[in-house]
C-alpha cells in the first residue's frame, strides 16, 4: 500500500477544510438569490393586491367590485408578465377573475386567523407564486383577493445558477488542490534539505549541518533546534571518544607495568625477598586498575542515571568527619591540619551515598594536592534555605588555562606541580555528574601554586 505523501496530505487537507468553505459560501449565494428573485415576486404581488383592495367595496356581508371598470383594467389583455386574480368568498369560491385565467382558477388556501400566504403552486401546469391576502371589514374577515404571476423565468434562473455552481465546485476543488500541491512543495523544500542533510550524517561525519531558511518561521525554528541536537550530539562522541581513548591508556599503562614486571621476574631464579618486592609492586598497580574499573563504573552509572536516587534528611556534619576520617593516614604523612568551622545539625534532603561520595572525592582531592604541613579549611553554614559547603587547600592549584577542562573525564592539570600526584583525573568527572543530580551547585576557584577553594551551593 503506497503512503500519500506529506506534501500531498497537505494538499488534500487544504483542499477539504477549502471545499467547504467555498460549498459555504456556495449555498449562501444560492440562498440569497433566491431569496431575492421571491422577494421581488412577492412585493409585486402585494403591491397589485394592495391595489386591488382600493377598487372594491367592503361590507358586512363582503364585497363586490365594479364590473364595468373591472372589464377595461388591463388583465383584459396579455402582458408579457401577467398578474392573474381572482376574488374569493369565505369558502374559498371566486366570483370574479381576471380574463387571463380564462377557465382556469387559483388554488385557494384554507386560513384560520387574518395572515397573508405567499406560496409557489402551478396554473395549467406552469409555476407560478401566489399571494392570498384577507379582506376584512370591522377587523372580521369577509373574503380573499388572491393574486399570481408567473415565475417560470425565476425557476429558470435558479436552475442555472444551481447548475453553474455545481459545475464550478469541482472544477475550483481541483485547482484548489493543484495550487495547494504546487504551494506545499515549494513550503516544504527546506524540509527536503533537512532530508538530504540528515542522510549524509554519519559517526565519522558529524559536521554537516542545515541551512537555515531565509524566513524565520517554524521550519527556521526546527533547523536551529536540529542543527544545536547535532552540536550536542558531536560534542557526546567526541567526549565518548576521548574517554574510550583515555580510558584504555588508563588501563594499559599499569597492565604493561605488570606484565614487564612479570616478564623480567620469570627470566632467572630470584631471592624472596626480590619476588616480594615485585609481587608487592604488581599488587599496588592491579589495586590501582581495580580502582580505574570502579571510577569507570561508577561514572557510566551515572552518566545512563540508571543509579536510584534516595533523597531523605542527612545530617552532614557526621558525614563531613567520617570522610576526613578515612584519609587520616594520607593526613598524618603529610602532616595537614584540618581546621573545621561546622554549624551544629545541619540537615538537608539528599541522597546519603550520593552526597558522601562528592565528599570524598572534594576532601580526598584537597588532601592529594596540599603542600606538606599546610592547612585545609573546611566550612559548612546553613543560612535561609540554603546550604553551604567550602573546602579550601593550600595546594598547587590549577591554572586558569585547564578550568574549562577540569569536568572531563581523565583529564588532569598539566601544571609541574602536579605530574608527581598520582590519579585518574575521573573524581572531578562523578563529582560534576552527582551535582547534577542532586541539584547542587559546584563552583571552584583556584591560583597556581597558592591553593583551590570548592564551594558546594544546596537550597532546600
Not at 383594467?73 to 377573475?97: C, R, W, Y
Not at 408567473?150 to 493543484?178: C, G, H, W
Not at 567526541?238 to 623480567?264: I, M, Y
Not at 545539625?345 to 570524598?360: A, G, K, Q, V
Request: proline share 3%; hydrophobic share 40%.
Amino acid at each position: 500500500m503506497n503512503r500519500v505523501s506529506f506534501k500531498n496530505r497537505i494538499a488534500l487537507y487544504f483542499s477539504i477544510s477549502t471545499a467547504l468553505l467555498v460549498f459555504i459560501v456556495f449555498v449562501v449565494i444560492y440562498i440569497t438569490v433566491r431569496t431575492g428573485v421571491y422577494n421581488d415576486l412577492d412585493n409585486d404581488l402585494e403591491t397589485e393586491a394592495d391595489n386591488l383592495l382600493l377598487e372594491i367595496t367592503i361590507n358586512t356581508n363582503g364585497f363586490t367590485i365594479a364590473e364595468e371598470e373591472w372589464q377595461e383594467k388591463e388583465h383584459n389583455t396579455l402582458d408579457i408578465n401577467p398578474i392573474f386574480i381572482q376574488f374569493a368568498d369565505m369558502a374559498g369560491h371566486s366570483f370574479v377573475t381576471s380574463p387571463n385565467l380564462k377557465k382556469a382558477s387559483l388554488k385557494f388556501e384554507e386560513q384560520n386567523d387574518k395572515s397573508e400566504l405567499y406560496f409557489n403552486s402551478s396554473l395549467n401546469g406552469a409555476a407560478i407564486r401566489q399571494y392570498q391576502m384577507p379582506v376584512l371589514y370591522n377587523n372580521k374577515k369577509v373574503g380573499y383577493i388572491i393574486v399570481a404571476t408567473p415565475m417560470e423565468d425565476a425557476v429558470q434562473l435558479l436552475k442555472n445558477l444551481r447548475n453553474i455552481l455545481l459545475f464550478t465546485y469541482p472544477v475550483i476543488l481541483l485547482v484548489l488542490f493543484s495550487v495547494a500541491r504546487l504551494l506545499a512543495g515549494r513550503s516544504l523544500r527546506p524540509v527536503k534539505d533537512i532530508i538530504d542533510t540528515a542522510g549524509k550524517i554519519s559517526r565519522e561525519n558529524l559536521g554537516s549541518r542545515i541551512i537555515l531558511p531565509d524566513n524565520k518561521d517554524e521550519l527556521y525554528t526546527l533547523s536551529e533546534t536540529i542543527n544545536a541536537l547535532l552540536d550536542r550530539i558531536e560534542k557526546a562522541v567526541v567526549r565518548e571518544k576521548q574517554f574510550t581513548s583515555d580510558a584504555s591508556h588508563e588501563l594499559r599503562t599499569p597492565l604493561a607495568v605488570v606484565k614487564g614486571t612479570l616478564e623480567v621476574l620469570i627470566r632467572k631464579p630470584r631471592s624472596r625477598e626480590e619476588y616480594e618486592e615485585k609481587i608487592g609492586f604488581c599488587i599496588t598497580e592491579v589495586n590501582r586498575i581495580n580502582a580505574i574499573v570502579d571510577q569507570l563504573l561508577l561514572l557510566a552509572r551515572f552518566e545512563s542515571q540508571k543509579q536510584l536516587v534516595k533523597k531523605v534528611p542527612v545530617n552532614i556534619n557526621p558525614l563531613i568527619y567520617d570522610t576526613a576520617a578515612r584519609h587520616s593516614a594520607d593526613i598524618k604523612q603529610k602532616a595537614l591540619l584540618v581546621a573545621y568551622a561546622i554549624h551544629d545539625d545541619i540537615y538537608i534532603e539528599t541522597d546519603e551515598y550520593l552526597f558522601s561520595t562528592i565528599l570524598d572525592n572534594l576532601i580526598g582531592n584537597a588532601i592529594k594536592y596540599s603542600q606538606d604541613n599546610t592547612t585545609i579549611k573546611i566550612t559548612a553554614a546553613q543560612l535561609a534555605g540554603t546550604t553551604e559547603i567550602i573546602i579550601e587547600d593550600n595546594g598547587t592549584g590549577i591554572p586558569e588555562k585547564d578550568f574549562e577542562k577540569i569536568f572531563n573525564p581523565f583529564y588532569r592539570s598539566k601544571s609541574e606541580a602536579n605530574k608527581e600526584v598520582k590519579g585518574t583525573g575521573i573524581g572531578l568527572s562523578i563529582v560534576k555528574r552527582l551535582c547534577e543530580i542532586l541539584q547542587i551547585e559546584i563552583e571552584i576557584t583556584s591560583r597556581e601554586g597558592v591553593g583551590t577553594r570548592v564551594s558546594l551551593h544546596y537550597a532546600s
